[in-house]
């Protein structure tokens, strides 16, 4: 994975700042992050972005703590909300602490869901019941991005570039991921 300590990365003919300069980001890395803002805003006019951390209380070689969290969030998220596509990021990090910990994004169709109370909440109710770890949600933690609001999108895009900065990805296993996102296309590709 290539390393930079650019301030600014282009993803679809625009240059979006990133939070780069202390650490660094994986450059493609971070490409794919902000594609899959990108990727859901061109299904809805307004997407709820929500961060939040993950925290578990023994290592594990694989993140199939991730797999199983989504499976479980994802089938609450889309019978209760109706939501027909949901957007994810989050990446694996070990810096000081002998095991793992997760920053992760969840991108939701902001006219079904405007404030992410209610599926913070399930968050902590998976993590902490079905995957045995604990979850903390920074302050200032979601956003409400509108797709003809630039600097809605800016604001987001800098927040999501954090979780491909340069530090505490490397202490893993070779065939295990640093970071998964989901796998949204454009919707003007699938036209």
């Not at 006019?45 to 694989?62: G, N, Q, W």
């Not at 809605?152 to 490397?170: C, F, T």
Request: aromatic residues 14%; proline residues 2%.
């Amino acid at each position: 994975m290539y390393k930079t300590i650019a301030s600014h990365v282009e993803v679809n003919g625009h240059y979006w700042e990133v939070n780069g300069h202390y650490s660094g980001i994986y450059l493609e890395m971070a490409r794919k992050m902000i594609a899959q803002v990108l990727a859901m805003l061109s299904y809805h006019s307004k997407v709820l972005l929500i961060r939040f951390d993950l925290h578990v209380y023994e290592y594990t070689d694989r993140n199939e703590l991730i797999t199983k969290f989504n499976r479980i969030l994802f089938k609450w998220l889309k019978s209760h909300y109706g939501l027909k596509r949901i957007g994810f990021i989050w990446c694996r990090e070990i810096e000081t602490a002998k095991k793992q910990h997760y920053h992760y994004v969840l991108m939701v169709d902001g006219h079904k869901v405007r404030h992410p109370i209610e599926i913070l909440l399930k968050v902590k109710d998976v993590w902490d019941n079905h995957i045995q770890g604990f979850e903390y949600t920074p302050q200032d933690c979601y956003y409400n991005i509108r797709r003809d609001y630039l600097d809605s999108i800016q604001e987001a895009v800098y927040r999501v570039s954090y979780l491909a900065k340069g530090r505490g990805k490397k202490k893993k296993l070779a065939q295990t991921k640093s970071y998964g996102t989901s796998r949204l296309k454009p919707k003007e590709e699938l036209e």
